[in-house]
């Protein structure tokens, strides 16, 4: 099976080597097995639209894009029997506007997605965390070298929350487009360092705050660099390190690649039913800086 959260998983080398020295064509028929519900279900507490997406699993050699879902229900439950109802726009997306009853942003308290589709129930629960602002950025320039370009290689400043775990993705933008291309380039934190690192109440450590330039096209006088902080639940983190490996899990002794396991279930606990993807809510902090000529 492929996704669209993995799309750019690599063939296993061990396969591409058996079969390239033979000279006859040889077809071989995989087991396509049953379609799943996919989810793309990454919103946050923001006053933007907030859009979660809904697909069919398909073969991995099927060459077209994913089928899209058009007829399920989506809501999220949220605080005080709130109910967000996110309608069909197109392409798979439903959609929710602010708008209309405000944003989801009660910080600590749980919100509970439901699915209704082909005669199922999908649920799945997260907690609004908290996430500390954004305090400062600043710039640094640095001149060429073997390993980087010439340019500003902005930082930025926030404190990790003391006393508790924390788990977090970072977001940069140049003048408002990703830094990079590769849906594998996340920046994700554990308090402020790396997972395991003791970092707890800390300021977020030099590679994660500097992380936030590609080092092959860093800033330019006048470009603008943004930062979004969001924070997460242990088990939406975890599903996007995983997913981070399945797309980088290629090579001779890779492992044969395996779908990631999804924080929404089946309602009516069949544990035959499952579905694929993730439920994430965050909350957001955001800072921009605009690139000065340094004198």
């Known amino acids: 099976m492929k996704i669209t959260l993995l799309k750019n998983i690599t063939l296993l080398l061990g396969f591409t080597l058996v079969f390239a020295s033979c000279e006859d064509e040889i077809d071989v028929e995989l087991d396509e097995g049953e379609r799943q519900l996919v989810v793309d279900g990454f919103i946050n507490n923001d006053s933007n639209l907030q859009t979660i997406r809904l697909t069919l699993s398909a073969p991995y050699f099927y060459n077209a ?7 399920a229900q989506v809501k999220v439950h949220g605080p005080a029997g709130v109910e967000y109802d996110f309608s069909y726009d197109q392409d798979g997306n439903y959609v ?3 708008n209309s009853l405000g944003a989801l942003d009660s910080i600590g308290f749980n919100y509970k997605l439901e699915i209704n589709f082909n005669n199922n129930t999908y649920t799945a629960i997260q907690k609004l ?7 400062s950025m600043i710039q640094k320039f640095e001149e060429g070298s073997g390993f980087t370009e010439e340019g500003y290689y902005p930082e930025f400043f926030a404190r990790d929350f003391a006393g508790r ?10 003048n408002g487009e990703p830094i990079s291309e590769d849906p594998t380039d996340i920046i994700l934190s554990k308090d402020a360092g790396f997972f395991g690192a003791e970092a707890d109440g800390f300021q977020f450590i030099v590679p994660i705050r500097a992380a936030i330039t590609n080092s092959e ?3 330019q006088p006048g470009d603008v660099s943004t930062v979004e902080l969001l924070s997460m639940n242990e088990d939406a983190y ?14 001779l002794f890779s492992t044969p690649p395996a779908n990631i396991k999804s924080n929404i279930k089946d309602a009516a606990g069949n544990s035959q039913n499952e579905v ?6 965050s909350a957001i902090s955001k800072f921009s800086l605009t690139i000065s000529q340094q004198q």
Do not use: H, R
């Open 65 to 71: 894009p994913t089928p899209e879902v058009s007829d």
């Open 165 to 174: 775990e924390d788990w977090y993705w970072v977001k940069a933008f140049k």
């Open 217 to 219: 096209d860093p800033f």
């Open 129 to 135: 965390q908290p996430v500390p602002t954004i305090d």
């Open 96 to 98: 929710y506007d602010p």
């Open 276 to 281: 694929l993807g993730v439920f994430s809510l």
């Open 238 to 251: 975890n599903f996007i390190e995983q997913a981070i490996f399945e797309a980088n899990n290629g090579g």
